[in-house]
């Protein structure tokens, strides 16, 4: 299983917490800049930052559990 070796990297876990930070912050400031006026840019930034995230955790406790 060459593509579950590839998302149980640590590099993988890194990546996708990281980008998933970045996302969420972003996604945060939009959405602060624009109070009041409905920013679906901004929304989608701010979600899709969190489920990276937490794509991210799950992807380290599967890694936990496999002992790598």
Same mark, same amino acid.
């Given at each position: 299983? /060459?593509? +579950?070796?590839? &998302?149980?990297?640590?590099?993988?876990? &890194?990546?996708?917490?990281?980008? %998933?930070?970045?996302?969420?912050? +972003?996604?945060?400031?939009?959405?602060?800049? =624009?109070?009041?006026?409905?920013? =679906? +840019?901004? /929304? %989608?930034? !701010?979600?899709?930052?969190?489920?990276?995230? %937490?794509v991210?955790? +799950? &992807? !380290? &406790?599967?890694?936990?559990?496999?002992g790598?």
């Open positions: 299983m /060459d593509w +579950l070796d590839l &998302i149980l990297r640590r590099e993988t876990v &890194i990546t996708l917490a990281v980008g %998933g930070a970045l996302a969420a912050t +972003l996604g945060s400031y939009r959405r602060q800049r =624009r109070a009041g006026a409905r920013d =679906r +840019l901004g /929304d %989608g930034l !701010f979600y899709g930052g969190y489920a990276l995230t %937490g991210s955790v +799950l &992807i !380290f &406790i599967v890694m936990g559990f496999r790598g």
